[in-house]
């Protein structure tokens, strides 16, 4: 995984927990520092495709972290 990818991955963990929603996309891409939309949505597809996180397409806020640190 990216160093982006690791950052976003807990970023969203620590946003979830301490607010009960998911951060939108602008939200995660300022955390991480990437410079464009098209950045970030490919560290959240990337994060998707490892089934580090599950989103619904087109769904505001729908990003869930899926816990495999168990």
Same mark, same amino acid.
């Given at each position: $995984?990216? %160093?982006?990818? /690791? ?6 963990? =620590? ?6 929603? #998911?951060? /939108?996309?602008? +939200?995660? $891409? +300022?955390? =991480?520092? +990437? ?7 490919? =560290?959240?597809n990337r994060l998707a #495709? +490892?089934?580090?996180?599950? %989103? =619904?397409?087109?769904? #505001? %806020? ?9």
């Amino acid at each position: $995984m990216q %160093r982006k990818d /690791n950052a976003a991955l807990e970023f969203i963990r =620590v946003y979830i927990s301490e607010r009960g929603y #998911a951060p /939108n996309f602008v +939200e995660i $891409m +300022e955390a =991480v520092g +990437e410079t464009s939309k098209a950045g970030i949505t490919r =560290v959240i597809n990337r994060l998707a #495709a +490892e089934q580090k996180i599950s %989103r =619904v397409p087109g769904v #505001a %806020r729908s990003i869930t972290v899926i816990d495999s640190r168990d």
